[in-house]
């Protein structure tokens, strides 16, 4: 298949200016005073490509920047650089008034089902929002209330509950409420922000069978942002794993979880608890935290955590590199075996 | 471990009954809660949300505030009820004998004071120690939970810390005393995932190093799985069942249980459809008849309408309050 993906991201960047006052930027060296402006890296140079039915998960610790990266897509934030191509066309720099047609082919799910929906509408009219948005023809319009009942009987609400406020539904049921508001506008692409992270485990299974069953019935393709590799495990297709704003490495799901190379990610897999007994699978365990992404330390992002840096890992920042089988890792020891040694 | 031997049991919870009168009706939050936890034992205690598994742990140390009240039952730590104790007894228990780590280690330390002073405070109370040696039993216990610098990190605020450091703080306050016992409420739950499994290995190796007891709540099955010597599973504030942890994870008598285990994806297999659970849990102020389950079990039959399943013993030494239990190996 030769189709072009419904989205396709190159080198994004994304920055932000953090404030402060006058006085704590103030910095005094040996050149004298000068006025600093931090910066948070929070994405740094993420590529990635999603086909037509395919789901795409990024995974990876708080403050990894895969939120951001989905925020970034979604035209919440403005990129600091890079290509965001939807359906072939690069909406990076387009305003509010061009992004309204493309809105109608990406949309979001958020992670909160308490904050993403507003207390004072009735759920047809949270549902029914984003068409109307789209619509303005009187005669397409009429056909708005048929849809969102259909819409709510779709993904498990019944009839009567389009009348109610969000107030009077349970956490599960509000993310079906907001899958229906995202799939008002028939999407290629959803835009899906740890949907599942604050429901409990019986629902959140409930909730990513509907999403599975809607992308084979609507042909979707999911940008899937999770913390969570056993919920990755069962819904990607291919997963790339992001560490301090960088794309660290990227593959199909099945050679991810046989084969990852990243230590990051190989520390990933070791630290995820499961209630299966243990598989033999080594044990990379992680000291420290997070560096700063106001700071980020040079040469390789992880080397600060990773238990094989070395030198070089300090020098030269490691690129993305093809290993096969599609998949693609950035660090130092694709290239020094040798220094692997576990 | 020591298993069954009530005679040695450090802490013996009786068909404990904790409910909230509010105006909408009285929430029964915990009705009827029973278990046991040995010396040097980990429990864990799992259930979904309102299941009443943090309602059990503040009942323990006396936490429950108007409008909840503990209505009946016996909470005994090594013979003594802590339910008809008074304020002053419980104040000496809080922090000696049980300590308590909770979620969120932004909320549950003082913004206000360093570091070293919420923890000269333990010592302070619970200790006979003098200015210099409690200093001292501060800096080694903060380096015991992998802190460095300690003498210096003694004098930091909170907010200097980062997430699994506070709740590494935290823990250390909750070793400082020596406590029997150690309720964790869902400790790791805040925590990214390579950080949850530095602070879970940090919990085993305190508590086996001072021989303490502990019990888990959590909604994580993976986690309880990895951490404790045997499960208790609420559901609508009551024990649907309990036993050895792998006994328990591999042949769950309760449908509730397997239905919980089974909905939760795993790297290990991969599965075209997750099986779910269908619908939620019920309002718990207005709780169905018979077993609070069977609206949403697939085994539910007439029996289950009229009569509440009391617990009983099942294969495999499991404990479960099922009429139609599961067989072992047996699927929804």
Redesign the interface.
């Known amino acids: 298949m030769t189709q072009a993906p419904v989205l396709d991201v190159r080198d994004l960047e994304m920055h932000f200016a953090v404030g402060g006052g006058l006085l704590d930027r103030l910095k005094l060296d040996a050149k004298g005073i000068r006025l600093e402006k931090p910066i948070v890296h929070a994405v740094n140079g993420v590529s990635l490509s999603i086909a037509q039915g395919e789901i795409m998960a990024l995974v990876g610790e708080s403050g990894c920047g895969k939120s951001t990266v989905a925020k970034t897509i979604a035209r919440i934030y403005e990129p600091t650089k890079g290509k965001i191509r939807i359906d072939g066309k690069d909406i990076a720099n387009f305003g509010f008034a061009q992004m309204l047609p493309v809105r109608a082919r990406m949309q979001m799910i958020f992670q909160d089902p308490y904050a993403s929906l507003n207390p004072r509408q009735r759920v047809r009219d949270i549902v029914a929002e984003p068409l109307l948005e789209q619509t303005k023809i009187a005669q397409e319009r009429a056909a708005v209330p048929e849809k969102i009942a259909r819409l709510l009987a779709r993904v498990g609400l019944n009839a009567e509950h389009a009348g109610r406020y969000p107030h009077q539904f349970s956490g599960g049921q509000r993310q079906r409420i907001g899958i229906a508001r995202a799939l008002s506008v028939t999407p290629g692409l959803i835009i899906a922000d740890e949907p599942v992270s604050a429901l409990d485990v019986s629902i959140q299974a409930q909730i990513l069978n509907l999403m599975k069953d809607l992308r084979d019935e609507f042909g979707l393709a999911y940008l899937f942002i999770s913390h969570d590799l056993s919920v990755v495990h069962h819904i990607a297709d291919k997963v790339g794993v992001m560490y301090l704003g960088f794309m660290v490495e990227n593959a199909p799901r099945d050679v991810l979880f046989a084969r990852p190379r990243h230590p990051y990610t190989r520390a990933l897999l070791s630290a995820a608890p499961s209630v299966k007994a243990k598989r033999d699978i080594e044990e990379i365990v992680l000291t420290g935290e997070v560096p700063s992404a106001l700071d980020l330390p040079s040469g390789c992002c992880f080397r600060t955590r990773c238990p094989f840096a070395w030198k070089k890992c300090a020098q030269e920042r490691p690129q993305l590199q093809d290993v096969g089988d599609g998949q693609s890792v950035a660090c130092h020891l694709i290239d020094a075996p040798e220094r692997d040694t576990r | 471990m020591m298993k069954d031997a009530a005679n040695t049991a450090l802490l013996t919870v009786r068909n404990l009954r904790t409910y909230f009168h509010t105006f909408s009706g009285t929430v029964r939050a915990v009705d009827g809660v029973s278990f046991e936890i040995g010396q040097g034992e980990v429990m864990g205690l799992v259930g979904?949300?309102g299941g009443g598994k943090s309602v059990v742990g503040f009942s323990i140390l006396g936490l429950i505030d108007s409008p909840g009240k503990i209505e009946g039952g016996e909470i005994l730590l090594e013979g003594r009820d802590l339910v008809t104790a008074g304020e002053d007894h419980l104040r000496h228990v809080r922090g000696r004998e049980i300590s308590m780590v909770f979620q969120d280690p932004m909320t549950s330390l003082n913004p206000l004071h360093t570091v070293g002073r919420q923890m000269d405070e333990v010592l302070r109370l619970h200790s006979d120690l003098r200015a210099d040696a409690r200093h001292k039993a501060c800096v080694d216990m903060l380096e015991s939970v992998g802190i460095s610098r300690a003498a210096e990190r003694l004098k930091a605020y909170p907010h200097q810390f980062?997430g699994?450091?506070r709740q590494r703080v935290v823990i250390a306050i909750a070793m400082l005393a020596n406590p029997k016992l150690i309720i964790a409420d869902e400790p790791t739950t805040a925590l990214?995932?390579?950080?949850?499994?530095?602070i879970?290995?940090l919990m085993r190796a305190q508590i086996a190093d001072k021989g303490a007891s502990m019990i888990l709540i959590t909604?994580?099955?993976?986690?309880v799985?990895?951490m404790a010597d045997h499960i208790t599973v609420l559901y609508c504030g009551n024990v649907v069942e309990r036993g050895a942890t792998?006994d328990l994870?591999e042949t769950p008598a309760h449908p509730y249980t397997r239905?919980?285990?089974d909905?939760?994806?795993?790297?290990?297999e991969?599965?075209?459809?997750?099986?779910?659970?269908?619908g939620?849990?019920p309002d718990i102020r207005n709780l169905p008849q018979g077993c609070n389950f069977r609206d949403r079990c697939p085994r539910a039959q007439a029996l289950c309408a009229q009569k509440e399943p009391p617990l009983t013993p099942q294969h495999n030494g499991l404990m479960a309050a099922c009429h139609f239990p599961l067989h072992p190996g047996e699927r929804l």
């Open positions: 979904e949300s980062s699994g450091m990214d995932v390579t950080i949850q499994s530095q879970l290995k909604h994580d099955l993976a986690v799985s990895e792998r994870i239905g919980l285990i909905s939760i994806p795993d790297t290990s991969r599965l075209d459809r997750l099986s779910q659970i269908p939620s849990v």
